[in-house]
């Protein structure tokens, strides 16, 4: 249950901000934010062990980020299945999917963030549905933008609704922050901060953005990090936190 938060406000000083919150199961093995990859220099973000890839991308050069969430639908064949890690890091470096065999990556949500525009794919195994994501706030979880895929009597989709409806509007009634390039993380961040620490929850919650919920049998799944990106022209300011409501926990990467 990813989440992605994204405001767009094209008149501002900061016309994109973003959030996103990565849900794994926290044994899965993963390095924080740096230059991974030898054939993308330019590219900054944590790495994934399992697979190579990355949830959150970012070209500090462009400006531009690449974020993934899994999305819903007929998943890939396993033979030849491609890993959806790969998805942020094209897009950051190149601003586009280009020649890409979507039969081979299970269902998606992909966004590409600018100074001056930010786009939604999401491809449910069959269909690839590319939108611009105007001025405003939006929320994007596994069941698509504001949940709009949601089926009644699931307790995955319940969770997602619950956390929608818990925090959407405290975000659209908090000052949207302007992160400058020197403030330190609370003051960039803001009213937005306290929220994207929890709230306040207990990470059990039904409504949490930062779950943490054993499974049994020694599997425990929730919120890994949270990345936060905020876009202006002259460049991007990147600050990462990897002990998720932990207020002492954030690090400036860009």
Partial sequence: MCTAIISVDPSAAVPVLLAGVRDEFVAREWEPPGRHWPDRP???????????????????????????????????????????????????????????????????????????????????????VERVLGRGLHMIVNSGLEGEGQQEGGTEDAYMGARLSHFRPRLAAAPRPAPGATEDVRTAWGAWL?????????????????????????????????????????????????????????????
Wanted: aromatic letters at 6%; charged letters at 25%; zero cysteines.
């Fill in 194 to 254: 306290p929220l994207l620490e929890g709230d306040g929850l207990p990470r059990a919650d039904h409504r949490a953005l930062l779950p943490l919920l054993d499974m049994g049998e020694g599997r425990v799944w929730g919120t890994t990090s949270v990345s936060l990106a905020a876009l202006t022209p002259g460049g991007v300011r990147y600050d990462f936190s990897a002990a998720p409501g932990d207020g002492a926990a954030w690090s400036r990467v860009l």
């Fill in 42 to 128: 330019g590219l900054v973000g944590g790495r994934d062990l399992r697979a190579g890839g990355t949830w959150f991308a970012v070209d500090p050069a462009a400006p531009r980020v690449g974020l993934v969430l899994n999305g819903r639908g007929r998943m890939a064949p396993e033979d030849g299945r491609a890993t959806r890690g790969e998805l942020p890091l094209r897009m950051a470096a190149d601003g586009k999917l280009g020649e890409l065999g979507l039969a081979a990556f299970d269902p998606f949500h992909l966004v590409g963030a600018e100074p001056d525009r930010v786009r939604l794919w999401s491809w449910d195994g069959a269909e690839l």
